[in-house]
């Protein structure tokens, strides 16, 4: 167990729909990173947090966006689901905004848009 | 911009043997550089990083890393595999927002 808890593990949504992400960085983490994994694309960076507030973003697509609340943790929405966003949906957590404090990966969730 | 090739796809390896998986990276400015291994349908687990000074570093699991900023290299080396080491690696590169490599996935035979 990383520490870095992601929920749902698995999810099975059609085309057109909206689904929510949730993430529960290690305790004391103040940055939350979240990542893409497909076939085609490989690990892509979408968006990062820190402390609540948005401090880069990557390859994120219009219908993707994501917050951080108050007690840290994540979601990361997805809407106007096609099927080329099915794929392994990564959180990662760290101390402050930069690697030097490390980063640990959850283990993903994969959506599936059928 | 900040990038990562890494060169093979696929190794294969007899159990006992030596690994080496390559990895060659561009990035502005002293590279922050990593390797991740994941096994199949978990998430990504931290191997050994690369930051500054000492350019042969040492990880978990066995494994170590040599940093070469003339060849823009920082290779992942075994000296022994078990068959636990089957799994995908990736290398990366980068700050707060880090690019990664396509990964090499790595069988291990008996």
């Known amino acids: 167990d990383s520490g870095v808890t992601q929920t749902p593990k698995h999810l099975i949504t059609a085309t057109g729909q909206r689904v929510t992400l949730r993430c529960s960085p290690r305790?004391?983490?103040?940055?939350v990173y979240w990542y893409q994994q497909s076939l085609d694309q490989g690990l892509q960076f979408l968006i990062q947090?820190?402390?609540?507030?948005?401090?880069a973003k990557g390859n994120i697509l219009e219908r993707f966006s994501a917050q951080q609340f108050p007690d840290l943790h994540s979601e990361l929405n997805l809407s106007s689901l096609e099927l080329g966003d099915s794929a392994l949906y990564f959180c990662?957590?760290?101390?402050?905004f930069g690697q030097g404090y490390g980063y640990t990966f959850g283990s993903g969730t994969r959506l599936t848009v059928v | 911009a900040q990038s990562v090739t890494q060169p093979d796809i696929h190794i294969t390896v007899s159990e006992g043997a030596s690994l080496e998986l390559r990895c060659n990276y561009s990035?502005?400015?002293?590279?922050?550089l990593f390797w991740y291994v994941q096994s199949p349908g978990q998430g990504l687990q931290l191997l050994l990083k690369?930051?500054?000074?000492?350019?042969l570093v040492q990880g978990i699991k066995g494994f170590e890393a040599e940093f070469k900023r003339s060849q823009s290299s920082f290779n992942l080396r075994k000296p022994s595999v078990h068959w636990s080491d089957a799994a995908e690696y990736f290398c990366?590169?980068?700050?707060?927002?880090?690019?990664f490599g396509a990964g090499t996935t790595v069988t291990v035979r008996a």
């Open positions: 305790s004391g983490d103040l940055s």
């Open positions: 947090y820190y402390n609540g507030e948005e401090r």
């Open positions: 690369y930051f500054s000074g000492d350019t």
């Open positions: 990035y502005g400015a002293t590279p922050y």
């Open positions: 990366a590169v980068g700050d707060y927002k880090l690019s």
């Open positions: 990662a957590s760290s101390a402050s």
